[in-house]
């Protein structure tokens, strides 16, 4: 049992918890298991509930890294794809304001540019801490929102009077 407890502490400081809950929690169910066949005198049983916890243990470790990669390869995808829209928008921004459009029509889309730089950055940081999944969170609905910023440039861009003919 020890070595099963060993084996679920190695596990738990991978990351299995938050990365492998399903083979992390079926290992400490099955340690918890011969605990109870150990205190009842079924040593049998324990033993055969420590091993099953023990392999469990192990296998969340290697499911642990292997997602932890996957989300990893995952987050640095959308990232980089983030950078390509952000930078659009950029040109385009300054498209418009080289074209004179009026600051009060770009104020907003510059704002939320400024936001969504602000947010990657974010997301950047904890992917460089190793946080996937709240690196992956901060990312949610982000493509979105570079989306809307770049509707709002067209649409500041847009003469006023095309405006008024829709």
Known sequence: MDQAQGAIDAARAAGAEQYA????????????????AAATGDYRLALNHALSSHQRAQNAA????????????GVERT??????FIAEAEARLATAQRARVAQRLLAEPVKA????????????????????ISAEQGLAGMRARV???????????????ARRRR
């Open 21 to 36: 809950t399903t083979e992390f929690a079926a290992a400490t169910s099955s340690l918890q298991s011969a605990h109870d």
């Open 62 to 73: 290697r499911g642990t890294a292997d997602s932890k990669a996957a989300m990893r390869a």
């Open 79 to 84: 990232l980089a794809e983030l950078d390509i």
């Open 113 to 132: 540019l400024a936001t969504i730089r602000a947010d990657v950055q974010e997301a950047r940081a904890a992917v460089d801490s190793g946080e996937y």
């Open 147 to 161: 989306d809307a910023v770049l509707a709002a440039i067209a649409d500041a861009a847009t003469p006023q009077s």
